[in-house]
């Protein structure tokens, strides 16, 4: 249809590679109501009159029902929509639709709508999966379990203290989202291919019907830049590496080795041949999708990084890595959530491995500095008792009086108090004397959990605020076609 100064049509094979069509169907709704608003503005700027703004609302409204999926020679979802137009209200009418603007300030727009969208949905199951760790975080602020370094047994912990680590990650990807928001939610419509127009367009007025903040000013901006595009991206490839981390932790747990989870059957997948098999798939594709986000990332800074200032073709290729990039972490969200909401935990086991091995050391060394010796000197007893104890095979509550007696010297500490320190210090009293802020202790965890409810029911609220935000301003915009088609 814009082929005005070329003769040839392109061949199919040309139209396949040059066409963004297939990947356009996420962004169609966006594309339609655009244009309402645009058409609307027009009228209200006397550039259209009152038949032919009619017209091209109501054609406009009928294809918010069509699916696009049926062949044809346009290029993309803009040239579709519009050709659809003009087919409906003949080239008079229709042909002035697109009067004031380009495709380059239209898609755009459409992405901006889209990916204001999806942040919305993502805050919005990033909250509910908050929600679950957090609950779940309740049920177990007196479960020990080990805490690990290097992935070596570091420290008596909580299952809690593990839940909430997961939470805050989660909380920290929600205000990247909510923050980046404040930015995608500006109009690049009407600032025309790249310098903008002569005709008296009201940039405000669109960007207020379609519920943005402000318009994004500059038209050359407005068209060529993406980097809000990538921010998002980036954020959902920081969201996904959190949750990839989080998989990682579960398969590790969920092996018979640990076993100190137990995925349900309903998110666990069987083996072809090993009938016995329970296996984490889940968690392992969300680790794999993770490394595809990461690409899409990739691949949008790599497409934007030489790109001369004004739009390029190039820019078109970015829709698809932003469309994968959103279908993935609502996905893994939402599966996740459940995944934890089904999650069976082996408290037996935790607190039995919490309370095994040496990773009492630090509790014993620290009792140590309380009785008054330097840190240094605690460290190099316990450590001695550990190698004692590591050599015969035992805990350090078995060892004998002469064995807590060789490591450590008569001027240092009295062995028969070290004795009594070491049969003291278990996982209970150890979490119980846990008392720094943020740490594994048992009030702690308590502490932590109140605190995160509340924090969740304020975001929850934000984000409802910013939904009705948009649907209220769309809910105008509606009622202004209907008043117009009529
Ligand atoms: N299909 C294009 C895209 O997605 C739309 C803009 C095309 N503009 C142009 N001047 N060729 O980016």
């Given at each position: 249809m814009y082929r005005s100064r070329l003769d040839k049509n392109l061949d199919k094979h040309t139209l396949d590679y040059v066409s963004s069509i297939s990947d356009d169907s996420e962004i169609a709704i966006y594309d339609i109501v655009g244009s309402q608003a645009h058409s609307i503005m027009l009228y209200e700027n006397k550039i259209l009159n009152r038949t032919e703004v009619k017209k091209i609302l109501?054609?406009?409204?009928?294809?918010?029902?069509?699916?696009?999926?049926?062949?044809?020679?346009?290029?993309?979802?803009?040239?579709?929509?519009?050709?659809?137009?003009?087919?409906?209200?003949?080239?008079?009418?229709?042909?002035?639709?697109?009067?004031?603007?380009?495709?380059?300030?239209?898609?755009?727009?459409?992405?901006?709508?889209?990916?204001?969208?999806?942040?919305?949905?993502?805050?919005?199951?990033?909250?509910?999966?908050?929600?679950?760790?957090?609950?779940?975080?309740?049920?177990?602020?007196?479960?020990?379990?080990?805490?690990?370094?290097?992935?070596?047994?570091?420290?008596?912990?909580?299952?809690?203290?593990?839940?909430?680590?997961?939470?805050?990650?989660?909380?920290?990807?929600?205000?990247?989202?909510?923050?980046?928001?404040?930015?995608?939610?500006?109009?690049?419509?009407?600032?025309?291919?790249?310098?903008?127009?002569?005709?008296?367009?009201?940039?405000?007025?669109?960007?207020?019907?379609?519920?943005?903040?402000?318009?994004?000013?500059?038209?050359?901006?407005?068209?060529?830049?993406?980097?809000?595009?990538?921010?998002?991206?980036?954020?959902?490839?920081?969201?996904?590496?959190?949750?990839?981390?989080?998989?990682?932790?579960?398969?590790?747990?969920?092996?018979?080795?640990?076993?100190?989870?137990?995925?349900?059957?309903?998110?666990?997948?069987?083996?072809?041949?090993?009938?016995?098999?329970?296996?984490?798939?889940?968690?392992?594709?969300?680790?794999?999708?993770?490394a595809r986000v990461i690409g899409n990332l990739v691949a949008i800074l790599s497409n934007l990084k030489g790109l001369a200032s004004g739009y390029g073709r190039d820019l078109q290729e970015i829709k698809p890595s932003v469309f994968l990039s959103s279908r993935t972490a609502i996905s893994a969200l939402v599966v996740l959530n459940s995944m934890f909401a089904t999650l069976k935990v082996n408290k037996q086991k935790m607190n039995k491995i919490a309370d095994s091995g040496y990773l009492a050391s630090l509790d014993i060394a620290e009792a140590l500095v309380k009785e008054g010796l330097p840190f240094r000197t605690a460290h190099k007893i316990v450590g001695k008792l550990v190698q004692i104890a590591h050599e015969s095979g035992i805990s350090l509550s078995e060892l004998t009086a002469s064995e807590v007696a060789s490591s450590v010297g008569a001027k240092e500490f009295d062995s028969k108090k070290l004795g009594k320190i070491i049969q003291s210090i278990n996982a209970e009293s150890s979490l119980k004397n846990r008392s720094s802020l943020g740490s594994a202790g048992i009030a702690e965890q308590k502490r932590l959990v109140v605190k995160r409810k509340s924090k969740i029911r304020q975001y929850q609220n934000n984000v409802a605020k910013r939904n009705t935000m948009i649907s209220s301003a769309l809910q105008k915009l509606s009622t202004k076609v209907q008043v117009l088609s009529k």
């Open positions: 109501i054609a406009l409204e009928k294809l918010k029902k069509e699916k696009f999926t049926t062949a044809s020679s346009a290029e993309d979802i803009h040239e579709l929509i519009e050709t659809m137009v003009i087919k409906k209200t003949g080239l008079e009418i229709g042909g002035k639709m697109h009067t004031a603007r380009s495709r380059n300030d239209q898609v755009a727009l459409d992405l901006r709508m889209k990916i204001r969208d999806d942040i919305n949905t993502i805050c919005g199951c990033i909250l509910d999966m908050v929600q679950t760790l957090v609950l779940l975080a309740e049920k177990h602020t007196t479960t020990a379990m080990p805490l690990y370094t290097h992935l070596q047994q570091a420290q008596i912990g909580t299952f809690s203290h593990f839940l909430i680590s997961y939470a805050d990650a989660l909380l920290r990807d929600f205000e990247r989202f909510y923050d980046t928001f404040e930015r995608v939610n500006h109009s690049p419509l009407g600032a025309g291919p790249v310098g903008g127009t002569s005709l008296p367009i009201n940039r405000n007025s669109t960007a207020k019907m379609l519920g943005f903040f402000d318009v994004v000013e500059n038209s050359i901006d407005a068209t060529s830049n993406r980097d809000v595009v990538a921010e998002y991206v980036g954020h959902v490839a920081i969201l996904m590496t959190n949750l990839s981390r989080i998989a990682e932790d579960l398969v590790i747990w969920s092996t018979s080795e640990f076993s100190f989870v137990e995925l349900s059957d309903q998110f666990s997948s069987p083996s072809s041949v090993m009938p016995q098999k329970k296996n984490p798939d889940i968690l392992e594709l969300t680790r794999g999708k993770t």
